[in-house]
């Protein structure tokens, strides 16, 4: 036995159902998506994490260079100067990350690379490039470690 059903209460059903459905769709789709993107608190932390690591890489380079001086480990180009240059690139992929970096550091952190790379260019003494690798060092923790 079949029952009629009018048309307008068929329009009805199916206006309704395709509703609920386009609110499920759009909330397990907003729920998805949440998960998905990085809050900004997780993005300042990887920043701040990577910095950090990027800053005992350029503290450590004052044994590497130690060694090069000393006729005992890698030349300076490769212990000292690839490794520098290496960090730097990671130092600007990560500030090109952290819009909230003003051009004053970013300039100062840059700066302080540079002036490690010429201590090492130009063969400074150990103490002189340590204290520069330890500037640098400082210079990104302060900036975007802390």
Do not use: C, H
Not at 39 to 46: G, K, N, T, W, Y
Request: hydrophobic fraction near 45%.
């Amino acid at each position: 036995m079949a029952l009629y059903v009018s048309a307008a209460r068929r329009t009805r059903r199916i206006i309704v159902a395709a509703t609920a459905t386009l609110v499920v769709g759009l909330g397990v789709g907003y729920a998805v998506g949440r998960e998905q993107v990085p809050s900004i608190e997780d993005r300042v932390v990887a920043v701040r994490t990577d910095a950090a690591d990027i800053a005992t890489g350029i503290e450590r380079l004052d044994i590497e260079y130690e060694q090069a001086i000393g006729g005992s480990g890698d030349s300076i180009s490769a212990g000292v100067l690839s490794p520098l240059a290496e960090d730097r690139t990671k130092l600007q992929e990560l500030l090109d990350t952290a819009p909230w970096v003003t051009s004053a550091d970013r300039a100062a952190m840059l700066d302080g690379l540079a002036a490690l790379e010429a201590a090492a260019t130009d063969r400074a003494d150990l103490e002189t490039f340590r204290t520069r690798a330890n500037e640098a060092g400082a210079t990104i923790r302060s900036v975007l470690a802390t």
